[in-house]
């Protein structure tokens, strides 16, 4: 297989193993390349990438620009905040109008789930999401698989369990999806107020106690408590929470084996995990990170080159 099955990266669920690994192979490649000392290809010359992020972030919008840098991509930047969206034009007119400076590649963050599946039948560029709502969040799922992969060689016959606000995470869903695809068995972890009704019907095992969890797994992705779409209160108070579902040194030091730990970020400190557990050995939080531009280039190369069949 040397193209992927899609001409856009909308979502974890479209993809087959086959194009996982494919972008594997082709990050392990651009991994090479940005830890020489010229880290940058012409791969997306004459290419024009546009940024739309509707939601606020940090690492993903940088990883994404840097990763089109490193290709030699053309890039432009929007946010919403500083736009006209805030004088009520639509999302489909102001993605017409962007794409009327003749822009190829869309990169799209929004609130709203199902808002890059919208736009990318509604226009030619080609489309991904770089997270759009409670759906998916697709480059951090590859990026946590191939991390994985990375940490301990392989992702199949791992035990991943995901901790944390599984409900309003559009990280848990691509990461159930991509880990379940590369063979690996996916338990969550959170109180029940915070694990969608049915979830075992994807597969998953569910847990609401932090350390049978911890018992069980090979990998431990602690996810962030999102007040942002929390309407409703789901636990009493963050201390409460974090005294029954916080990662500390004490607890992972008590269980007496080796678990990777992971974050997509950003990380409340003390809440879901403690600073002495974010800076400490078990971590991989910052080589996430680092892996996120190599899997950002893989993909956008691969879809830059996607040919209708
Ligand atoms: N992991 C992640 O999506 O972080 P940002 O919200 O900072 O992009």
Known sequence: MTQLSVKHLLGIKDLKEEDIRLIFENADNFKTIINRPIKKVPSLRDITVANLFFENSTRTRISFELAQKR????????????????????????????????VDMVVMRHPSPGAPVFLARHI???????????????????????????????????????????????????????????????????????????????????????RKALEWCDVANMLRIQLERQDIKYFPTLREYSMQYGLTLDMLDSIGKDITIMHPGPINRGVEITSEVADSDYSIILDQVENGVAIRMACMYLLANHKES
């Open 71 to 102: 290709l030699s991509a053309d890039v432009i930047n929007f946010a919403s905040s500083s736009s006209s969206v805030s004088k009520g034009e639509t999302l489909i007119d102001t993605v017409k109008n962007i794409l009327s400076m003749k």
């Open 124 to 210: 030619d560029a080609t489309i991904l999401n770089a997270g759009d709502g409670t759906h998916e969040h697709p480059t951090q799922a590859l990026l946590d698989a191939y991390s994985i992969r990375e940490a301990l060689g392989e992702v199949s016959g791992k035990k991943v369990a995901i901790v944390g606000d599984i409900l309003h995470s559009r990280v848990a869903l691509s990461n159930i999806y991509c880990l379940q695809k590369l063979g690996a068995e996916v338990m969550v972890c959170g109180p029940s107020t915070l694990i969608p009704r049915h979830i075992e019907q994807l597969g998953v095992k569910v847990e609401h106690n932090l």
